[in-house]
């Protein structure tokens, strides 16, 4: 806008300013108002988005496959190897009998060796029959071997081993590798004085004298007090 040429130079000079200061007024609206339309038009998108969710059908619910059955992994068993260390009861080395022929004398002696081994070992046996076919595998010689074979052919011929049981056993051995007349013979030496202590050392003769009144049946202790010499 043109100012008449008489205008005073203060008037035009304020006209001047506010003309500037209006035009700067009219670009901060301009500005503004094009944020305004900006952010009035996200404003709107957003809404409608909105909307259409809202107004939306909902989806159909989707069915979850059923979960797969798995068998739970095997439990092994512990092995032994891998178990808590026993501890085994340690035990002798048991001597075997000796080898037995057929003499009365030391039938005894054998008989005892194989209880004495029975007994501390059982474990070895689970039955008599074992027990009496172990004690007759000693049976090397003379009149034993011969005894054990006859007991053999009867179970050949028969189908059943003739002694059963480890009692039964017991009584034929001493019946045949005993002495007949041990009892009276043990009698006739504790009587006499053969069987005295003589030149042997106590221990010997106390075994000794031990064996023959057990042969001799005596058990009275004022009886074996006197025939202790």
Same mark, same amino acid.
């Given at each position: 806008?043109?100012?008449?040429?008489?205008?005073?130079?203060?008037?035009?000079?304020?006209?001047?300013?506010?003309?500037?200061?209006?035009?700067?007024?009219?670009?901060?609206?301009?500005? +503004?108002?094009?944020?305004?339309?900006?952010?009035?038009?996200?404003?709107?998108?957003?809404?409608?988005?909105?909307?259409?969710?809202?107004?939306?059908?909902?989806?159909?619910?989707?069915?979850?496959?059923?979960?797969?059955?798995?068998?739970?992994?095997? =439990?092994?068993?512990?092995?032994?190897?891998?178990?808590?260390?026993?501890?085994?009861?340690?035990?002798?080395?048991?001597?075997?009998?000796?080898?037995?022929?057929?003499?009365?004398? +030391?039938? *005894?002696?054998?008989?005892? +060796?194989?209880?004495?081994?029975?007994?501390?070992?059982?474990?070895?046996?689970?039955?008599?029959?074992?027990?009496?076919?172990?004690?007759?595998?000693?049976?090397?010689?003379?009149?034993?071997?011969?005894?054990?074979?006859?007991?053999? *052919?009867?179970?050949?011929?028969?189908?059943? #081993?003739?002694?059963?049981?480890?009692?039964?056993?017991? *009584?034929? #051995?001493?019946?045949?590798?005993?002495? =007949?007349?041990?009892?009276?013979?043990?009698?006739?030496?504790?009587?006499?004085?053969?069987?005295?202590?003589?030149? *042997?050392? &106590?221990?010997?003769?106390?075994?000794? #004298?031990?064996?023959? &009144?057990?042969?001799?049946?005596?058990?009275?202790?004022?009886?074996? =007090?006197?025939?202790?010499?």
């Amino acid at each position: 806008m043109s100012l008449p040429v008489d205008t005073p130079p203060a008037v035009a000079d304020a006209l001047g300013y506010l003309q500037h200061h209006l035009q700067e007024l009219t670009e901060r609206q301009n500005a +503004s108002e094009h944020v305004i339309n900006n952010t009035l038009a996200d404003l709107t998108a957003q809404i409608q988005q909105l909307t259409q969710l809202i107004t939306a059908p909902a989806p159909a619910p989707t069915v979850a496959p059923p979960p797969l059955t798995t068998s739970p992994p095997p =439990v092994n068993s512990p092995s032994p190897v891998l178990s808590a260390p026993t501890k085994q009861q340690t035990r002798p080395k048991l001597p075997s009998p000796p080898d037995f022929s057929s003499e009365q004398t +030391s039938g *005894r002696a054998f008989l005892n +060796s194989c209880t004495l081994y029975l007994h501390l070992a059982p474990e070895q046996f689970s039955c008599d029959e074992e027990k009496i076919f172990w004690t007759l595998a000693f049976f090397k010689d003379g009149h034993a071997a011969r005894w054990s074979k006859n007991l053999f *052919r009867q179970e050949a011929d028969t189908g059943v #081993f003739p002694i059963q049981s480890w009692a039964d056993f017991e *009584r034929h #051995f001493q019946s045949q590798f005993f002495l =007949v007349n041990a009892e009276a013979d043990a009698v006739n030496a504790l009587e006499g004085s053969s069987y005295y202590q003589g030149n *042997r050392m &106590v221990d010997d003769y106390l075994d000794c #004298f031990l064996t023959l &009144v057990s042969d001799a049946g005596y058990t009275d202790p004022r009886t074996l =007090v006197v025939k202790f010499c």
